[in-house]
């Protein structure tokens, strides 16, 4: 009990919106029948199975012992990095760009053992490449969850439509990975064993991530939902006493948060001039919002006046990079370091990185659209 209760004393942004919530409560005229109507159950449903599959594959070990033995073969601290952005950016694109870290920054912070690694820079570089490569597909991350369940895309369709961007802020991420880690030599330390990995948990876990995404095809969620769960009862209960659920119960109150915001009678107004915006305003307030209070809430709040559209979907990834709160990412990979300077070290790369993901993403849209 104590190992599940855990997550939620100790979650500040949970605490945060609680408090933003009961504050929005004194100000704004609802009534509470209305507040889980206000709740996007079948993306709930969605990150609740994502959660529980990932959460399968991490513990299988599998990815931690694949990255150590590969750790090894490495030789220059570029080659290193460049292995890290992608690998970040490959795994965040279908075990979301949070569980992406969860896995690689362990394992980045175990590589003080080998030798005197910059491990900040790289965790760095590793947040902004899984809000490089999560953008890509429609459950790389809570935003592009919204986006899909909201839109009329299929799975397909909806990388389709962010495939430009997500090769130009990669190439970019890449070629920014080159000059900012020198091809110095890694001279090695002794380190431990390579951790053993569980080939059934990997082997379900990977089976059911398959299932899973067909019944989200499908329009069966929850019994997709129900199998999951029934499959990890029966072979790793434990496992789902690990999981991170105050995650879950964050975006039900950044719903309810969202909703009692736009209950405002200044903000309504505003909201509805959003749809009246130039396209270029429109792209320019989805990611500048972003920065204050984070892509996925500013998703939830323009869903409202906005469509689904490939430009919103664009802004509020790019507005996952920038200053800290523009993703939840951002935020768990800088804490995992532990590190105080990391925190400001991080703005050196990330701001530089969204002007020009903003500049350089509205012209390639532009030119989509021109084509």
């Given at each position: 009990m104590t190992t599940l209760l855990r997550p939620f004393l100790h979650d500040r942004f949970l605490h945060l919106l609680v408090v933003l919530g009961l504050l929005l409560a004194c100000f704004v005229p609802f009534s509470l029948a209305e507040l889980p109507r206000a709740v996007d159950w079948p993306t709930m449903i969605t990150l609740c199975g994502l959660l529980m599959l990932t959460k399968g594959i991490e513990a299988s070990g599998y990815f931690d012992a694949l990255g150590r033995r590969l750790?090894?073969?490495f030789h220059h601290q570029r080659q290193l990095a460049l292995f890290l952005v992608a690998a970040a950016a490959l795994l965040s694109t279908f075990l979301t760009n949070d569980v992406a870290l969860f896995i690689l920054v362990p394992l980045t912070l175990?590589?003080?053992?080998?030798?005197?690694?910059?491990?900040?820079?790289?965790i760095i570089f590793e947040a902004l490449a899984v809000n490089a490569g999560s953008l890509l597909t429609p459950i790389g991350n809570p935003q592009n969850i919204?986006?899909?369940?909201?839109?009329?895309?299929?799975?397909?369709?909806?990388?389709?439509?962010?495939?430009?961007?997500?090769?130009?802020?990669?190439?970019?991420?890449?070629?920014?990975?080159?000059?900012c880690f020198p091809a110095r030599r890694i001279e090695r330390h002794p380190h431990e064993d390579e951790a053993r990995w569980q080939r059934p948990l990997l082997l379900a876990s990977a089976v059911l991530y398959?299932?899973?995404?067909?019944?989200?095809?499908?329009?069966?969620?929850?019994?997709?939902?129900?199998l999951v769960f029934a499959v990890f009862l029966l072979m790793a209960r434990r496992i789902l006493l690990t999981i991170d659920w105050s995650l879950l119960v964050v975006f039900i109150a950044m719903?309810?948060?969202?909703?009692?915001?736009?209950?405002?009678?200044?903000?309504?107004?505003?909201?509805?001039?959003?749809?009246q915006l130039p396209q270029l305003g429109q792209f320019l307030l989805a990611a500048g919002l972003s920065q204050v209070i984070?892509?996925?809430?500013?998703?939830?709040?323009?869903?409202?006046?906005?469509?689904?559209?490939?430009?919103?979907?664009?802004?509020?990834?790019?507005?996952?990079?920038?200053l800290l709160p523009g993703s939840l990412?951002?935020?768990?990979?800088?804490?995992?370091?532990?590190?105080?300077?990391?925190?400001?070290?991080?703005?050196?790369?990330?701001?530089p990185m969204l002007l020009w993901a903003l500049v350089s993403g509205w012209i390639l849209l532009l030119t989509i659209r021109a084509a």
């Open positions: 750790v090894q073969g175990s590589l003080r053992k080998y030798s005197a690694l910059p491990i900040a820079r790289l919204l986006l899909w369940r909201h839109g009329d895309l299929g799975f397909g369709g909806f990388i389709w439509q962010m495939l430009p961007l997500a090769v130009l802020l990669l190439l970019s991420l890449l070629l920014l990975t080159v000059f398959a299932v899973f995404i067909a019944a989200l095809e499908l329009d069966l969620a929850a019994w997709g939902l129900g719903f309810i948060d969202v909703f009692l915001l736009t209950r405002l009678p200044v903000l309504q107004s505003s909201l509805h001039a959003v749809g984070s892509n996925v809430p500013t998703t939830i709040l323009l869903l409202s006046s906005l469509p689904p559209s490939v430009l919103l979907a664009w802004a509020v990834n790019i507005g996952g990079f920038g990412a951002n935020l768990i990979a800088l804490r995992m370091a532990k590190d105080r300077r990391i925190w400001w070290h991080f703005h050196l790369y990330s701001i």
